[in-house]
């Protein structure tokens, strides 16, 4: 049988859990299917020309629309980057590891990523990357397809190339 | 301001990573209680309420004005709830500040507040939605490489973060409702763990829970008060998107352009020396430096200078954060509006053992979302 | 009252009121809707100096989701900005407030909320009080129909009473090309649907849709070169209650009665019977009732003569949240400025338009809009 309380109750702890659904959108979505035929796509701005990655429906800084899609290499250049020694609630990944952001060739807009295959204290900003994916088979369309970047071994991008466009 | 509005009264919680001998309510109105009482009002003395927080999953409760308004005395009162991420705190201030200048509210109340212990802030800020880029590590995981970028192009020399950590713990020391207070040497800051490099663990704000309240009047009522006003000069929020190409993520655009407005307002032309005390939002010690010259203290990549010769201590030329900051104390919908209280002290002349010397005018300031947000107010101790 | 700047609802478009848009992102839905206000208005985005939204993270299920709409919004160069996080009628409410203060002059404000992508009737609940109400587990179809049998016990309303208004509601709706349940119902046919939670039918309550919204509002001196015929706001207040359901007579709404003695003070309007059209925030007929009851208004679908009511058909025939409240603020405006198509109110002059947030009617605003300005 169990002890009346010796504290008073001074909280409750609860989960909430609230079941959701999100839709990609089907623009979004054309994106998500490419990764899985180790694709990225990015959408052009009518009127700017600029690149965005992922692809945007609209560009925010003309807000005209971005409707045609373009293939993007899978290369870049890492244009700032942090080490993280926290562990991250809900995620499964070895400490340290380096999140960077990738400014891939031709786009106008980084993306987010972890870097590997080197150490952390390898990774610099102007180092170029290339993606690593996941192999054939097991690429189900979200961005996990891209496991990580990794040196590519070419000279580093100019300081100036990139540090006005992290 | 169209019409003159004064912050007439001020009150806050002591701040601390677990208020257990308190629920949400009780927290907020401790907060409420102080700052009516600091003005010498009651309830029936206020014509609406402004209350800002950060995101509702922090602790759960979705909308918690609704649930709060017996606890704010908002019965058959209007109401309303701001949220603009991490500046939140400073546009509900200066959104109180609108309902006054309108002429259709003489008294409000103003409060913001934050429990974090009562949620995950690490998982409420970073979850992984699909179809959308992980954050990955958080606001310290998301920061950082901006960090790194202001370094790489300011030059500033590596120990710049721990001063400004160190210097910030120092002043939180002399205020009583800090979270942080333990004193801390530049040393042990920089031999703390990197968490997130180039940002170290003393580098970095706590979670806190804590609640403060403001009392904005008119004139006429700012003038019949017991104490003496701070009378908001100016005041703006500026925003821009994310995902604009070529933003300049270390010294953003909004923010820049946030000052030069509400300094063109208050007809401020030489705000590093117009302004006798700036109370920031510096939730990682390199912001501090980057602050500085978005709000046009420093010349750009200089703001780290300012530190290294410690114009920005108490007794010095531009004390910052007298209060010890966000980097001591973060209630994160609360932290915009302490900077922005905390200003309006000092023009006081109430700021206790923090108060600076002779201040004339102060500036508070907030930012939130991926350094998108802005809200700055200059509070003057003259109309 | 003192004289009040003069400011108008000038321009308005929304994405379709749907259950669930499989295709679209909420930033995707608001795009082309904040491109057509524009347009509508015939303003550049430059021509716009502050903007405000109106959103909920728990709604769309993502922290800071209000700060992905930025991107579609035009926010570049940086803009004045607000958001509030709450029916985007408030956010209109704080750019009218904004506009008194002198600190805008044309503005825009957007409602956004992706609710098929949720649970609402899960996420409403976390509206409650945390340790009593929301643990039991009350979601707003059960607070409603706590509120609703509190109602029927005062006034003596029954069954048919509620199904005769719902039906006039769902009879308005379908006329309503931008509504969600476009199907007329008799009071029979209602009545003959199953309890949802008694006393409420299943016929009675408000399918929960998504859509994106976006209006333009400016001041006088802007508004009359912007729009034909603008909606004038001539007064306006909002007010909320305690919300334990124990704590506040159910069966009125006290705050609904003070929100609108305010604003039809600030108005000169006598009463709402006074008003041409009157359109309505209630979700299912024994709000109506009560809203009926706060504004003196006649507590019978049968009533003759006096204003027209939920010409739109009400929130009862859709609900969109987040946008519900604006959607109400829509159609005075378009009832006001020949928008409103086949159920346009002939020659109508002026509206009262009510909105509503929160549990059993927590907190509610009204608006008094007129075809003249008010103050000269």
């Not at chain 2, 032309?269 to 501090?288: G, H």
Request: aromatic share 8%; with cysteine.
């Amino acid at each position: 049988m169990s002890e009346p309380p010796k504290e008073r109750v001074k909280y409750i702890d609860t989960n909430l859990n609230l079941p959701y659904h999100y839709y990609a959108g089907d623009y979004k979505a054309l994106y998500l299917r490419a990764l899985k035929d180790k694709k990225i796509l990015g959408s052009r701005c009518s009127k700017s020309g600029k690149v965005f990655v992922p692809p945007v429906i609209a560009s925010p800084e003309t807000l005209a629309p971005c409707d045609e899609l373009v293939e993007l290499p899978h290369r870049g250049i890492v244009t700032t980057f942090c080490v993280v020694n926290v562990p991250v609630y809900g995620r499964e990944i070895e400490i340290p590891y380096v999140v960077a952001s990738v400014a891939l060739d031709g786009a106008d807009v980084s993306l987010y990523s972890l870097i590997q295959e080197c150490a952390a204290a390898d990774v610099h900003m102007g180092i170029r990357v290339e993606a690593v994916w996941k192999p054939d088979g097991e690429r189900q369309g979200d961005h996990t397809d891209i496991r990580y970047f990794r040196p590519t071994g070419e000279p580093d991008a100019p300081f100036e190339s990139f540090i006005h466009r992290l | 301001m169209k019409r003159p509005v004064a912050v007439v009264g001020v009150g806050q919680t002591h701040h601390t990573s677990k208020r257990a001998d308190v629920n949400v309510a009780e927290m907020v109105r401790e907060a409420v209680d102080r700052a009516l009482l600091d003005a010498g009002l009651e309830h029936d003395d206020i014509d609406a309420i402004v209350l800002g927080k950060a995101p509702d999953p922090l602790e759960g409760i979705m909308q918690p004005e609704q649930y709060l308004a017996g606890a704010l005395g908002a019965h058959l009162k209007p109401i309303i709830r701001v949220h603009t991420a991490g500046s939140v705190g400073c546009t509900t201030a200066l959104t109180a500040a609108t309902h006054v200048a309108s002429g259709l509210y003489g008294r409000i109340l103003t409060i913001a507040f934050e429990k974090q212990s009562e949620g995950n802030a690490m998982w409420a800020l970073s979850p992984n939605y699909a179809f959308t880029q992980p954050m990955v590590a958080g606001a310290g995981g998301f920061f950082a490489p901006y960090c790194r970028a202001y370094i790489a192009r300011s030059g500033a020399p590596g120990h710049i973060g721990a001063v400004v950590a160190a210097n910030a713990r120092e002043n939180a020391g002399r205020n009583e409702y800090a979270h942080l207070r333990d004193p801390m040497t530049v040393e042990e800051a920089l031999n703390s763990m990197m968490l997130w490099e180039p940002i170290r663990f003393l580098e970095t704000c706590p979670s806190s829970d804590g609640a403060i309240a403001l009392v904005m009047a008119n004139e006429d009522h700012a003038r019949r008060g017991p104490r003496k006003p701070a009378w908001l000069k100016a005041g703006a929020t500026f925003t821009e998107p994310m995902y604009v190409p070529g933003r300049d993520q270390v010294s953003p655009l909004a923010g820049r352009t946030c000052a030069k407005w509400v300094y063109d307002k208050a007809g401020i032309r030489d705000p590093w020396n117009e302004i006798q005390v700036a109370e920031i939002y510096v939730p990682f010690s390199w912001y501090e430096p980057m602050w500085l010259e978005n709000l046009g203290f420093a010349p750009l990549n200089e703001g780290w200078k300012v530190v290294d010769r410690g114009d920005q201590k108490m007794g010095r030329h531009l004390p910052i954060n007298p209060s010890g900051g966000v980097l001591n104390t973060n209630p994160i919908g609360a932290s915009g509006m302490l900077r922005f209280g905390e200003a309006a002290l000092q023009v006081m002349g109430r700021a206790g053992e923090h108060q600076v010397g002779g201040v004339k005018t102060a500036l508070g300031h907030a930012y939130g979302g991926g350094a998108q947000y802005f809200s700055i107010g200059i509070l003057a101790a003259e109309l | 009252m003192t004289k009040l700047r003069n400011v108008a609802v000038v321009g308005f478009a929304q994405a379709p009121i749907v259950a669930a848009d499989e295709h679209h992102t909420g930033p995707e839905m608001l795009y082309p809707v904040v491109q057509a206000a524009l347009e509508s208005a015939g303003l550049e985005r430059s021509d716009v100096d502050y903007q405000c939204a109106g959103s909920s993270d728990y709604v769309d299920g993502r922290a800071f989701s209000f700060s992905q709409v930025l991107e579609v919004m035009g926010a570049w160069p940086p803009v004045q900005d607000s958001h509030v996080e709450m029916d985007a009628i408030w956010a209109a409410h704080l750019v009218w407030v904004k506009m008194q203060a002198g600190e805008s002059e044309v503005a825009i404000v957007c409602g956004f909320g992706k609710t098929s992508e949720g649970s609402p009737s899960h996420v409403l609940n976390l509206q409650l009080e945390p340790f009593y109400a929301a643990a039991i587990g009350l979601d707003p179809t059960s607070t409603a129909a706590l509120q609703a049998s509190a109602y029927m016990a005062r006034s003596g309303a029954d069954d048919r009473a509620l199904a005769e208004i719902a039906s006039k509601n769902r009879a308005a709706g379908a006329k309503n090309p931008d509504g969600q349940l476009r199907e007329a119902a008799t009071p029979e046919e209602l009545m003959a649907t199953p309890w949802a939670v008694k006393p409420l039918r299943e016929g009675y309550l408000a399918p929960i849709g998504e859509t994106a919204t976006c209006m333009v509002l400016a001041v006088e001196g802007r508004a009359e070169k912007i729009c034909d015929r603008p909606a004038w706001i001539h007064g306006v207040d909002h007010r909320i209650e305690l919300q334990a359901l124990g704590s506040r007579d159910l069966s009125r709404s006290e705050s609904t009665t003070l929100a609108a003695r305010n604003a039809f003070e600030m108005a000169g309007l006598a009463s709402a019977s006074a008003a041409d059209v009157v359109e309505l925030g209630s979700t299912n007929p024994a709000e109506e009732l009560i809203l009926r009851d706060a504004l003196g208004l006649p507590a019978s679908a049968r009533a003759q003569g006096g204003p027209a009511i939920n010409p739109s058909g009400s929130a009862q025939c859709a609900n969109p949240l987040m946008n519900t409240g604006l959607l109400r603020l829509a159609e005075g405006f378009r009832q006001l400025s020949g928008r409103a198509g086949e159920r346009g109110v002939p020659g109508a002059k002026r509206a009262v338009v009510h909105a509503s947030a929160g549990h059993g009617l927590q907190q509610n605003i009204v608006w008094v809009l007129g075809t003249e300005r008010r103050w000269s």
